[in-house]
């Protein structure tokens, strides 16, 4: 009863122009009140007519009346805006309510059926009358014309499927009668029956791919654990190993130097020998020259004849120096066995290192390869062509996102990653894990490729050109088929002429595929299977002038 008292209350004390409440309130002659501005403005239009009216009753008045502020009525409507000020006026954005008068209040409701938004005192005949049982209620809205067919001004209620759009009755027995149409609230149970089936399946990924979440993080503390254990068997395993050289190196010490000591003795005993007989050869020498002393005293005497013989002569030993050859041979063993521990380490070590590479982080069922191209665009890239390296007889454009092969050179500067021979180019960004990207082009004679950064960039040997060395992949798109280079080894390919070639990567699992690509499909023209040491750029080189490609935005 208060609300409705308010009501009374500001529609009394309205302008009769501008249906607010007033402002400088001013009473005609007649008892109407005005805002004075309002009042002054309507009648400033009556002055070519020397007669002033009331603009509610129309009573005339001559000359025009002189306007004074009724200070009672001022007080008043004063006292009103403080008892209002309670009340929720609309703020910048709100529906207001369609039947306040004078201040707007913010609407409560919207009708589907009045087409009109109600505030809470003039919603109440909807919930309180019969009349409006039927009546939908909505949040407020201001776009509530919208649900009002723009030929027959009638209420849309219905909605055609055939056509999905929202129609009144006579549209549907007219221009979309035999239309497969139904209500507007059938279809918008059907509507929130699919978003809630829509809902659910989303609810239902969200906790799926949390689940994954929750997988991929104990695959990634399965993955940190597994590898810490590995370097540190690894690590144990090296320290035996080098236990085991310093073992073999002190065995070999010990070995060489006892048999050192063996053949040193052996020598000192032959030299100690040989240093008693040189003394005995030398006490022999000093008999025989007092013998000849004697003998020659004697050959003076023809009486006297010597009675005594020399002891025969000891038999000397047989000395045998051999070459000193035994320790060398033993330096040839050491270095024969240090070239086999070389040679197992090189072809071992690079299978110690794929068995690293091919540890599969997650099972090979969890990430098929693409099938769609919607498939492949999930893992599309935005590619830009590097000026450091485009050969200067290469123009770059469109966001160094496009080449074309021209006659004169470019006033690229020097730098050293420039293929200074070969008219080709390589990508800025680098490529690991899954990408695909396409390349459209002109004409035929454009290589499409991938290619390792260490790739050669001077001369004009093959180590430079893609496809013509182990560093580099090519597809060779000629007029009428397809060719496919790695390390100068050449494979034939045939496939659907296009204009445009996709290239998906798996750097992981070493997949490189060629796609030629349609408005309708996408066709496989040849699929490598390797090992990618390195991250890969993709590359692209033209053969002839007036040969053009360029990397495609995908997204």
């Known amino acids: 009863m208060a609300q409705r008292g308010v009501q009374l209350d500001e529609e009394s004390f309205s302008c009769g122009i501008c249906l607010d409440l007033l402002r400088d309130p001013v009473t005609t002659p007649c008892g109407h009140n005005y805002c004075m501005k309002c009042l002054k403005s309507f009648w400033d239009e009556e002055d070519e007519k020397k007669i002033h009216s009331c603009p509610r009753c129309r009573q005339s008045f001559t000359p025009r009346p002189v306007l004074l502020e009724n200070s009672m009525l001022a007080e008043l409507v004063d006292e009103l805006r403080k008892r209002e000020a309670d009340f929720c006026d609309a703020g910048v954005g709100d529906v207001v309510c369609d039947f306040c008068r004078g201040r707007k209040l913010k609407a409560e409701k919207s009708c589907l059926q009045c087409l009109a938004s109600f505030c809470e005192q003039h919603l109440l005949p909807h919930y309180e009358s019969p009349t409006f049982e039927k009546h939908k209620l909505v949040e407020p809205s201001k776009r509530l014309q919208e649900n009002v067919c723009s030929r027959h001004n009638e209420v849309m209620k219905m909605f055609c499927r055939t056509d999905q759009q929202c129609i009144c009755y006579i549209c549907s027995v007219e221009e979309h009668k035999g239309h497969d149409t139904v209500s507007a609230e059938a279809e918008r149970s059907q509507r929130q029956r699919e978003l809630e089936g829509s809902r659910l399946n989303i609810q239902q990924r969200i906790q799926d791919r949390q689940k994954d979440v929750k997988l991929l993080q104990q695959e990634v503390e399965d993955i940190n654990g597994s590898a810490d254990k590995a370097v540190e068997d690894s690590g144990k395993i090296f320290t035996e190993l080098i236990c085991l050289m310093e073992k073999k190196s002190s065995d070999v010490k010990q070995q060489l130097r006892s048999q050192q000591e063996t053949e040193v003795s052996r020598v000192k005993e032959l030299q100690e020998q040989l240093e008693e007989e040189i003394a005995e050869l030398k006490r022999r020498d000093a008999e025989l020259k007092r013998r000849d002393a004697e003998l020659e005293q004697l050959s003076h005497t023809e009486d006297q004849v010597l009675q005594t013989s020399l002891s025969p002569l000891r038999e000397s030993h047989s000395i045998n120096i051999r070459p000193l050859t035994y ?28 068995t690293v590479t091919d540890v599969d982080v997650l099972p090979p069922d969890s ?23 485009a050969n200067r007889h290469l123009l770059l454009s469109e966001g160094n996102r496009k080449a074309a092969l021209m006659k004169q050179h470019q006033s690229y500067p020097s730098h050293p990653d420039r293929f200074n021979s070969w008219s080709q180019v390589l990508s800025t960004e680098s490529l690991t894990g899954r990408c695909y990207w396409e390349v459209e082009k002109n004409d035929y004679g454009v290589y499409v490729a991938v290619a390792y950064k260490n790739i050669r960039r001077a001369g004009r040997s093959y180590q430079c050109a893609f496809g013509y060395n182990d560093k580099s992949w090519v597809l060779y798109c000629a007029k009428n088929s397809y060719t496919f280079w790695n390390n100068n080894a050449k494979t034939n390919v045939s496939g659907p002429q296009s204009s445009r070639v996709g290239v998906y990567l798996d750097h992981t699992a070493g997949v490189l595929c060629f796609y030629s690509v349609s408005d309708t499909n996408m066709t496989l023209l040849h699929r490598v299977q390797t090992t990618f040491t390195q991250p890969l750029h993709a590359g692209i080189r033209l053969y002839y002038h007036g040969n053009t490609a360029e990397l495609c935005k995908l997204k």
Do not use: G, H
């Open 367 to 389: 990430q098929p390869e693409p099938q769609t191209r919607a498939d492949f665009l999930k893992y599309s890239c935005e590619l830009t062509l590097d000026p450091n390296t």
């Open 327 to 354: 320790f060398e041979d033993m330096t040839a063993a050491v270095s024969k066995v240090r070239d086999k521990l070389q040679d197992i380490l090189s072809e071992d070590w690079t299978k110690i290192s794929q």
